[in-house]
């Protein structure tokens, strides 16, 4: 992937709303796509993947992605945010042919409103 | 339990000074990985390596520099010569290089510079 965009730095949402976090990337072969979780002052954590099959996929914590190969976007999804959820998350794309490197979006801040 | 470890969590240094930041993995990994994050930008690659004795630049090499004479030790130097140094660090590893590139986080370790 040559770059990895998330659209929105900080995203602040009331308490048991959903919330989607948005991510596209460029690239003009297969990819791989990730998001990781990182909570204050700490390291990063796997939330979810996609690597083959379906293109919606479920990961810790009740979020949820969604593949879209036309738009070239993997947009992370949570039906009903917990103050737990207060985080950064990072969106995270490697290609194919690349050695499998990691590239990584800017990350979104998702602060919950009580 | 199986994890990373970074030590020190805290750093400060003096500039002209080089310091080294220690990472370990008692998860049996191949791959290990050392990544800069700055405030607004998402992760940057300093080295990686894919086995021990073997270790190659990323993207922000400069300044830096790494060791890897254990399978369960990549310790980073951060140099002189690197000259804005004051970031948090993070130290990854996984099972191989391969497609399926997982990688665990340790903790991170904030370095300062006076």
């Known amino acids: 992937a040559q770059s990895v965009t998330q659209l929105d730095s900080q995203v602040p949402v009331f308490e048991e709303a959903p919330v989607e976090l948005r991510c596209n990337y460029s690239s003009s072969v297969s990819v791989y796509l990730f998001w990781y979780v990182q909570y204050p002052n700490q390291g990063l954590q796997l939330l979810l993947k996609?690597?083959?099959?379906s293109t919606l996929v479920k990961g810790i914590n009740g979020f949820e992605a969604e593949f879209n190969k036309s738009q070239t976007s993997f947009h992370l999804r949570k039906p009903s945010v917990h103050i737990s959820d207060t985080a950064e998350y990072f969106c995270?794309?490697?290609?194919?042919?690349?050695?499998?490197?990691?590239?990584w979006g800017a990350g979104t801040k998702l602060i919950i409103k009580p | 339990d199986g994890g990373i470890t970074q030590s020190p969590k805290y750093l400060f240094r003096k500039e002209g000074q080089n310091v080294t930041l220690s990472c370990e993995q008692n998860?049996?990994?191949?791959?290990m990985y050392w990544y800069r994050q700055d405030p607004g930008q998402g992760l940057r690659l300093i080295y990686y390596?894919?086995?021990?004795?073997?270790?190659q630049k990323g993207d922000i090499a400069e300044g830096y520099s790494v060791s890897r004479e254990k399978k369960e030790s990549f310790p980073l130097t951060v140099t002189s010569a690197q000259k804005n140094p004051t970031a948090f660090y993070l130290c990854?590893?996984?099972?191989?290089?391969?497609?399926?590139?997982?990688?665990?986080f340790g903790p991170g370790t904030r370095l300062t510079v006076l």
């Open positions: 998860l049996n990994h191949d791959a």
């Open positions: 390596s894919q086995i021990v004795n073997d270790f």
């Open positions: 990854a590893s996984s099972r191989t290089s391969g497609i399926y590139n997982e990688q665990f």
């Open positions: 995270a794309v490697t290609e194919m042919d690349s050695n499998y490197q990691l590239i």
């Open positions: 996609y690597l083959s099959g």
